[in-house]
């Protein structure tokens, strides 16, 4: 098990372009959870999975965010229209245990919009 | 409401030197409550977590925190810094949802 994977590491696009992150969990673990990152804040709750159902979303994650968990195994987030203030770094987590647990995190994807 | 308060943004200590690094959380009931590091360009690694117990608890790296209910702190601690240690560290909450409410970090400088 080599823990949470992401990719891509880095992400450059143009303002308005959409893009894609892949977040592949802990195989055996069932919860997975989007936050962002925007420099000097900690990371900020987005979404979570348990299995396959997205289970709650954050106000942040506005209609332009869009996460999906099919098969209930690696995850995707889509940036539409994206803006410069999407730039950040996107982490993804994955647990086997509700809050107690500790989550995993991957090494997240830095977005830059230019 | 829940938050986390981490009223240090950067420290710098001496190699060899102890460090404490301090967080003061809100939230109405016991907390999970956890401390992460972030080196730069990568995600967080787990360094300790509090449930229930002992309120002194033991991490990974010779790190030690202690929880506090009457002073709402979980204070980070650890005797004999490395440079290696030179690094960004976030306190954390969970409550008994799904989210985790992070400070916004403190950066620890190392000096030789």
């Known amino acids: 098990d080599t823990g949470v994977s992401q990719n891509p590491r880095h992400k450059i696009t143009k303002r308005g372009q959409n893009v894609t992150f892949r977040c592949d969990p802990i195989?055996?673990?069932?919860?997975l959870y989007w936050y962002r990152q925007t420099l000097g804040q900690g990371p900020e709750f987005l979404t979570y999975?348990?299995?396959?159902?997205?289970?709650?979303k954050s106000r942040l994650l506005s209609d332009r965010f869009s996460a999906e968990r099919p098969k209930g195994s690696f995850s995707t987030l889509e940036i539409q229209r994206t803006e410069q203030g999407d730039s950040a770094m996107y982490l993804c987590?994955?647990?086997?245990?509700?809050?107690?647990?500790?989550?995993?995190f991957g090494s997240g994807t830095r977005l830059t919009v230019v | 409401a829940q938050s986390v308060t981490q009223p240090d943004i950067h420290i710098t200590v001496s190699e060899g030197a102890s460090l404490e690094l301090r967080c003061n959380y809100s939230?109405?009931?016991?907390?999970?409550l956890f401390w992460y590091v972030q080196s730069p360009g990568q995600g967080l690694q787990l360094l300790l977590k509090?449930?229930?117990?002992?309120?002194l608890v033991q991490g990974i790296k010779g790190f030690e925190a202690e929880f506090k209910r009457s002073q709402s702190s979980f204070n980070l601690r650890k005797p004999s810094v490395h440079w290696s240690d030179a690094a960004e560290y976030f306190c954390?909450?969970?409550?008994?949802?799904?989210?985790?409410?992070f400070g916004t970090g403190t950066s620890l400088t190392v000096i030789p």
């Open positions: 195989s055996e673990h069932n919860r």
């Open positions: 509090y449930f229930s117990g002992d309120t």
């Open positions: 999975f348990q299995n396959e159902a997205q289970l709650e």
């Open positions: 954390a909450l969970a409550n008994t949802g799904n989210q985790f409410y």
């Open positions: 987590a994955s647990s086997s245990r509700q809050g107690s647990g500790g989550y995993t």
């Open positions: 939230y109405g009931a016991t907390p999970y």
